[in-house]
């Protein structure tokens, strides 16, 4: 729904219209750093809660919520100036409003977590999801601009929130203790420390290109980093939310968290690699024919992010691993690193335009990536190369597609078949080609399918029925 959503927006918005939205969401998306102080991730991890801990961490994340509203409001003037954009005011001091409607559900949230109910989790992800983009489009086709992207995120937070109070049964006390907190701070500083790096990290890029390049380049880069990167990158995260108390829970057993781990990478992986390594082939056919050809200049941006998407798919899961075995010093020290990678591309990047951020971005993610692959394996005792083992079937399948649909397309194109009906005939002869491809390479991964979609008997690790390496 997002990835319509945003094909959409972008018929209806100017790149111009669609950069200065993206000004706003830069900052816009500290909420979900801000939200809970990753207090929530240590209501998840605890062996035991009380309630104390419960709702101390509630009115905690309520009261930071509330300050940063208003601090948003206040500093709404000055991002304005920064930016030399004046309609940049009253969308970031609209915006702000999201810092406290999300810190008010942000408990409820890692509560279900906790207790693993991800139906809940998931029907109020859809509900908001089709709230905020009936809000978007609205305003959209009403002509009201930039306003339409940050009506889409205001409407989106409002209706999660509005339906995680209605799907969890807990509801905050009137207490408050010091020593909860002290406690849940403990296991959390390095998760909010990694997560604001992780945030400067996603969002330096943007920050830049607006303030250097314009609000034109940023609406063009904005397109590509949020229709094409962002949906491949949320493939993971369904899994990841899952896979995070299930991992906190096996904590104990080692040895059946790190098969669980290499397990899910291969699933995620069995996704994004074909999906993402065709759209480098199709990403010329796919911009001019569903986006417009106002956006051609996001082509090789596509194109080059669709290596970024790659990598970070494949990381996804890092994170849920070493906060489950309360390794997140490891987790503090890769944001570090990554941070300082990250922005050293960026600023060398902005010498060649959207086109050589977006590639300094890949060259510094690909340096740097395997490190947090290779931080997540030790810590769970196993090597990067058991890693890059479980994923050789579905790279090599993944590979094979490549090469057929690269040379699919420049017959289709010498033959003269049109963009639209070149994108639809290279798409099929791709799956075609890389479904019996992974049977062959990797044959292990329809055994997964097969084992999700069949029901099993309860099991003490049901994520470990594979043999851990």
């Not at 008010?104 to 029907?123: H, I, P, W």
């Not at 070493?322 to 300082?340: E, F, G, H, K, M």
């Amino acid at each position: 729904m997002r990835f319509a959503v945003g094909i959409v927006l972008a018929h209806l918005l100017s790149p111009h219209d669609y950069g200065v939205a993206g000004m706003v969401v830069v900052f816009a998306t500290l909420v979900f750093v801000f939200s809970d102080l990753a207090l929530g991730a240590a209501l998840v991890q605890r062996d035991e809660l009380t309630e104390e801990d419960r709702s101390t961490v509630f009115w905690t994340s309520a009261a930071v919520g509330l300050v940063l509203t208003l601090v948003g409001v206040a500093v709404s003037g000055p991002l304005a100036a920064f930016y030399g954009e004046p309609r940049v005011r009253p969308l970031f001091a609209a915006m702000s409003v999201t810092f406290l409607l999300a810190a008010l559900a942000s408990t409820q949230t890692a509560l279900l977590t906790r207790e693993m109910n991800f139906r809940s989790l998931e029907l109020r992800q859809i509900g908001a999801a089709l709230a905020s983009g009936a809000v978007g489009v609205g305003l959209a086709a009403s002509g009201y601009g930039p306003w339409a992207v940050i009506g889409q995120q205001i409407a989106a937070i409002a209706a999660s929130s509005a339906l995680l109070w209605v799907a969890s049964p807990w509801r905050p006390s009137f207490v408050f203790s010091r020593a909860s907190l002290r406690s849940v701070a403990g296991y959390s500083g390095n998760v909010f420390g990694a997560r604001l790096l992780f945030y400067f990290n996603r969002n330096a890029d943007n920050l830049l290109v607006g303030r250097f390049l314009g609000a034109s380049a940023l609406g063009a880069y904005s397109v590509a980093y949020n229709v094409i990167l962002m949906p491949f990158s949320q493939i993971a995260v369904p899994i990841q939310d899952v896979l995070f108390p299930a991992f906190a829970r096996l904590q104990g057993d080692v040895r059946a968290l790190a098969a669980g781990w290499l397990r899910a990478n291969r699933i995620v992986g069995a996704i994004t690699t074909p999906a993402l390594l065709g759209l480098v082939v199709v990403a010329p056919d796919f911009v001019d024919a569903v986006l417009g050809a106002r956006w051609h200049s996001a082509v090789p941006v596509v194109q080059i992010l669709a290596w970024v998407g790659l990598i970070q798919a494949l990381q996804g899961l890092n994170g849920s691993v070493l906060r489950a075995v309360d390794r997140t010093n490891l987790l503090l020290r890769y944001a570090i690193v990554v941070v300082t990678a990250s922005l050293i591309a960026f600023v060398v990047g902005l010498q060649w335009g959207i086109v050589g951020v977006a590639a300094a971005y890949a060259i510094s993610s690909t340096l740097v990536e395997p490190y947090y692959t290779w931080l997540t394996a030790r810590a769970v005792g196993l090597t990067l190369g058991d890693f890059l083992r479980s994923l050789r079937g579905v790279a090599e399948a993944s590979l094979l597609m490549f090469a057929v649909v690269l040379v699919a397309r420049l017959a289709l194109i010498e033959a003269g078949v049109g963009q639209l009906a070149r994108l639809g005939l290279v798409i099929l002869i791709g799956a075609a080609v890389y479904a019996p491809a992974c049977l062959w390479r990797a044959p292990e991964v329809a055994s997964e399918l097969k084992v999700l979609r069949g029901r099993r008997a309860p099991s003490a690790h049901p994520i470990a029925a594979e043999p851990a390496l």
